[in-house]
């Protein structure tokens, strides 16, 4: 297959015009009016300020709790801590975990959303909690999502993904994601190979070092579209492209903030071999059953 989205070659960085569709789907095929797939289209995201109930939102907390507790995941792989507090950073897989959080995964106003806007069924390519406790929680240092899933996971199309839903408010203080509106548009590729297991490492790094846009590289695309901070109340939900550049920075207020995030990937845009590493990451980070999620 021929790979359109070179990344992790010793050449300089580079900025490369998107050559995908941002929106394969029309209005009319989901929740989402012709004026906000345009607007998805030009910025990338999609914020919608009250998608999950309080009781949905109780329920996933409820469940966050759980998780983060639970003796069975203390050695497990799929349960990330800080590398300094030994706080829970992410659990990984949380909707084979819990059954509370599948359910409203799959609910027509969040599976649809992913399938109106992809174009097609669409599969559940990696799912998580994100946690940043107060005090303590750790930066998420500026990537695009789509840059990793495309050389380590196989993705060859930016034809995925991302919602974020607030299980606590999202405030500017507190660790926000933050989202360079129309990043999506360029593809950024990085420098250097991966090796082997470097997934572990990436997982609990504030910073990897494979992976990360140059400096110089993230000051272009920040000059050319600002930066957008997504701030919400518990409840609130970001939609936002494969390819879209953010970042979140440490949150040393006493306000927590944890986000359940799903990534939703076209069931015609399988995962196939790594466009470049060495082998494939664990199925908790990049699942490889492609059966259609929720509807």
């Not at 970001?238 to 390819?243: A, P, Q, R």
Request: proline content about 9%.
């Amino acid at each position: 297959m021929t790979d359109r989205y070179p990344t992790r070659t010793s050449r300089a960085p580079e900025l490369l015009a998107r050559e995908d569709p941002v929106c394969w789907g029309e209005p009319g095929g989901g929740p989402l009016g012709e004026e906000d797939l345009a607007v998805y289209a030009a910025t990338g995201f999609h914020c919608a300020e009250r998608l999950l109930t309080d009781d949905e939102v109780a329920q996933c907390n409820a469940e966050l709790t759980r998780l983060a507790g639970d003796p069975r995941l203390l050695h497990d792989d799929r349960l990330v801590r800080e590398g300094g507090t030994g706080e829970v950073r992410s659990v990984f897989e949380v909707h084979r975990l819990s059954e509370p959080v599948a359910r409203v995964l799959a609910a027509p106003k969040v599976v649809g959303l992913a399938c109106q806007i992809l174009g097609s069924e669409v599969y559940v390519h990696q799912s998580r909690i994100n946690y940043k406790p107060g005090f303590g929680g750790g930066p998420f240092y500026w990537h695009s999502d789509f840059e990793t899933w495309h050389a380590e996971d196989g993705l060859a199309a930016p034809r995925a993904l991302s919602v974020c839903l607030a299980l606590a408010p999202n405030h500017p203080h507190n660790g926000a994601l933050m989202i360079m509106p129309g990043s999506h548009l360029t593809f950024v590729t990085c420098r250097g190979s991966t090796p082997p297991g470097h997934f572990r490492r990436s997982l609990s790094s504030h910073d990897p070092e494979i992976g990360t846009p140059d400096r110089a590289s993230l000051t272009t695309l920040a000059d050319r579209h600002g930066i957008r901070m997504i701030t919400g109340p518990a409840g609130s939900a970001t939609v936002f492209d494969s390819n879209c550049m953010h970042g979140s920075n440490g949150n040393i207020t006493p306000f927590p903030r944890a986000n359940l995030f799903v990534v939703f990937n076209s069931v015609d845009n399988a995962p196939g071999k790594p466009f470049a590493a060495p082998g494939r990451r664990p199925s908790f980070i990049a699942a490889r059953d492609i059966t259609p999620f929720g509807r």
